[in-house]
Structures are given as C-alpha cells and as structure tokens.
C-alpha cells in the first residue's frame, strides 16, 4: 500500500490577477507563499513523508519547499506533474480567452470533460498523462507515503478516477482551493480517496476554487 499527500500550489501571481497559467511559470503571490508555509506546518505535524515529488513549475515546486525544509527532504521536479498545457490561452486573463476563444473558452466552461485549451492539451489528455503518472510513482513507492506538489486540473482528475470516474466525468468534480491537501491510498492497482481539499491549515487564508468566470 502506498499513501499519497497531493497538494495544489498556493495562490500564483497568475491566480490572483485571475489569468490562465498553463505551463507558464509564474511564482506564488504573497498570500500563495503564506498558504505554503502554513500547508507545511500541517503536513508534517500530520504525516511521515518519505518523498517528495513536484511538478517543476515554481508555483508548485515553491509550496513544496517549506514541507521539503521542515522535513529534511530533497524535492524531485517532474514535468509529468505540470499543468495543463494551455497553448494559445498561455497567460492570458480569463476574460481575454472569453472574447478571443469564445467558442473553446464556453465548452471549458459548461462541458469540461470534453474541451481543448485553443492549440493546446485536453483534459481528457491531462487526465491520461496524470493517472499514468501517479499510478507510477504509486508502485515504485509500495509501502511508503508520497508528497506530490501539482496543479488544479491535475488534482481534479485524480480525484475522479479515485471515484471511478473515466476522462469523460471529470467535469463531475469541484475544483479544489489553493494549498489545499489531499490523501490517497494505492493498493492493489487501485487508487482510493481518503480526504479531500482539507483546508483546516489555511485558516482565513483560503483563497478560491477557481476563477471567477465573467458571463
């Protein structure tokens, strides 16, 4: 049995000026760096991580680094664990992608599951990529608890198929909040949910599921 710690990365700059990030390499914002620290305070009061993995953007790999120091840890940066690759939408606000990517940007929207960042990935490809991944790290790491630092559409899609949920339902599960924590286990060729988006660390230091999309 291996037991999974996955976080998403605190509030990014890209976050808080409310832009696409994809694999853009924005930092955390002030408030990101703060949920940080206090994300790992948490975790290791509360659990014995043996290793830590990332993805190697710094929003991620930077939430990671306060566990990583309390810890004495070494970070391995992976880009199998980056965000979804946002093509065209790179950087972008979200209400520049409404008007340049109407089209694209509503089926993101209203049909997630099914929609393509404009010249970049799927989510039903991120979803792929990630489970392959995690699966992976699981069954190197039998009979360990693993860190694993990421992004929003990868902790959504983990989560479904923890459900049972195909690349077709992802759009089924909530985004969860910035700095946010969330454990697995992995036996036997099965991932399965224990807690999810626990935010209890963050205190009033929560910051959003997502955007807030303009209508």
């Not at 999974?4 to 890209?14: K, N, Y």
């Not at 680094?65 to 946002?86: D, H, M, N, Q, S």
């Not at 697995?184 to 807690?195: A, H, I, R, S, W």
């Amino acid at each position: 049995m291996t037991h999974l710690i996955i976080t998403r990365h605190g509030q990014s700059i890209a976050n808080a000026q409310k832009r696409f990030a994809g694999h853009s390499d924005f930092d955390l914002s002030e408030t990101g760096k703060l949920q940080a620290e206090l994300a790992g305070e948490y975790i290791s009061r509360n659990f014995k991580i043996d290793t830590i993995y990332s993805s190697d953007l710094l929003r991620a790999y930077n939430t990671a680094v306060p566990t990583a120091k309390l810890l004495g840890l070494e970070i391995i940066p992976t880009t199998e664990l980056r965000e979804i690759f946002a093509g065209d939408w790179e950087g972008m606000t979200t209400d520049e992608i409404a008007v340049v990517y109407q089209k694209d940007f509503d089926t993101w929207k209203n049909d997630y599951a099914f929609s393509r960042c404009t010249g970049g990935e799927s989510t039903a490809e991120v979803y792929r990529r990630v489970i392959k991944t995690v699966t992976r790290l699981a069954e190197e790491n039998d009979g360990k608890t693993i860190m694993l630092s990421t992004h929003a559409t990868l902790v959504r899609a983990i989560q479904a198929y923890s459900m049972g949920l195909d690349e077709t339902q992802v759009g089924e599960i909530p985004f969860t909040h910035n700095a946010s924590i969330n454990t697995f286990t992995y036996e036997n060729g099965k991932l399965m949910p224990d807690k999810i988006n626990i935010t209890e660390h963050l205190g009033e230091n929560v910051t959003g599921v997502h955007w807030s999309f303009s209508k």
